[in-house]
């Protein structure tokens, strides 16, 4: 079967080939990689949301990474700027990253906008 739309970089569902709605399609391939976001998205459809999760890869003090942060977007089809943040798994990080939330709702937030 072919896919409906064309694979993209750095993002999987449990089959590319499970993206059916423009929408989603063109949300995922927005979503951002590098700046330590570093890890593969995984993208399902979930009715009017799309549910987006990736991982946050921090820094030590010496400049080499050091731990991860998981976190996943929900985020509204019809208004995907309106995308809520939630962390999940280890909290660690945000304990020694305080500014992670703020930084990856900005980061996102403007890659969602172009």
């Known amino acids: 079967m072919m896919p409906k739309f ?5 993002v999987r569902t449990s089959s590319i080939h499970d993206i059916r709605d423009r929408r989603t399609y063109d949300v995922a391939k927005k979503l951002p990689h590098g700046s330590g976001i570093n890890a593969e998205w995984t993208v399902e459809e979930k009715n009017d949301r799309i549910l987006a999760c990736n991982s946050y890869e921090t820094m030590d003090e010496h400049g080499f990474y050091d731990r991860w942060q998981d976190f996943c977007l929900s985020i509204p ?38």
């Open 77 to 114: 089809k019809t208004r995907p700027s309106e995308f809520k943040l939630h962390f999940t798994g280890d909290r660690s990080a945000l304990r020694r990253y305080p500014w992670l939330r703020d930084y990856l709702e900005e980061t996102i937030a403007l890659s969602l906008e172009e």
């Open 6 to 10: 064309p694979e993209l970089f750095g």
